[in-house]
């Protein structure tokens, strides 16, 4: 009864490298998103995805790419990491629009 | 497009006083609205929903929303709050059609005084 599982929790970057985030879902959900959330600017949507093997983008999707290449995962990557990008990164997965389902996070620091 | 405003980025309160946190949005189209509540250094909890019917909606811990659609308005509420109340709460709405994707509110930290 895992529901939405990120990883890594934690991770320290330095400025340029690059990074994959992993989350999974195991309740069989179509939609999935990534969201990031930064200090008075609640949780904003990086990238989503409608079904495996699609993606589309949100509204901050600048030095971003995504892939949904099974249906439980969707994975969020980062070529070059930039300062600007260190924020607390939430997964979500959903199959009707009344229930959402978010991982506990994964808070990411460039430095 | 829609979007979701929090007029109040903080919301002093003492204990047991009762506490309204203000949400409104805009959207064209039929909407879905959620409140969320997240504690320091963790995930992101539900409160409660909206979906259709009754606007007085009943959500976990004592809280409360009412919808008001000719105000565009979903407002929070708790007739007495206690300690463990502080945290952030967010107001996000999805529509059905479209993008089902949530879009959030820029959170409201509810801080609870002795």
């Known amino acids: 009864n895992a529901g939405v599982t990120q990883t890594p929790k934690f991770r320290v970057l330095k400025t340029g490298q690059s990074m994959t985030l992993l989350c999974a879902q195991d309740?069989?959900?179509?939609?999935m998103y990534w969201y990031r959330q930064d200090p008075g600017m609640g949780l904003r949507l990086i990238h989503y995805s409608v079904g495996e093997g699609t993606t589309a983008k949100g509204e901050v999707p600048d030095g971003y790419n995504v892939s949904r290449l099974k249906k439980q995962n969707f994975l969020l990557g980062l070529e070059s990491a930039a300062p600007s990008q260190t924020s607390v990164y939430f997964c979500a997965s959903s199959q009707t629009r009344d229930g959402y389902t978010f991982g506990s996070g994964t808070r990411l620091t460039v430095v | 497009a829609q979007s979701v405003t929090q007029l109040d980025s903080q919301v002093p309160v003492f204990e047991e006083a009762p506490v309204e946190l203000r949400c409104n949005y805009s959207s064209s189209v039929s909407v879905y609205l959620f409140w969320y509540v997240q504690y320091p250094n963790q995930g992101l909890q539900l409160l409660l929903k909206?979906?259709?019917?009754?606007?007085l909606v009943k959500g976990i811990n004592g809280f409360e929303a009412e919808f008001n659609k000719s105000q565009t308005s979903f407002h929070l509420r708790k007739p007495s709050v206690h300690i463990s109340d502080t945290a952030e709460y967010f107001c996000?709405?999805?529509?059905?059609?479209?993008?089902?994707?949530?879009?959030f509110g820029s959170g409201t930290r509810l801080q609870v005084q002795p």
């Open positions: 909206y979906l259709s019917g009754s606007t």
């Open positions: 309740m069989n959900h179509e939609y």
């Open positions: 996000a709405v999805t529509s059905d059609t479209g993008r089902r994707a949530l879009t």
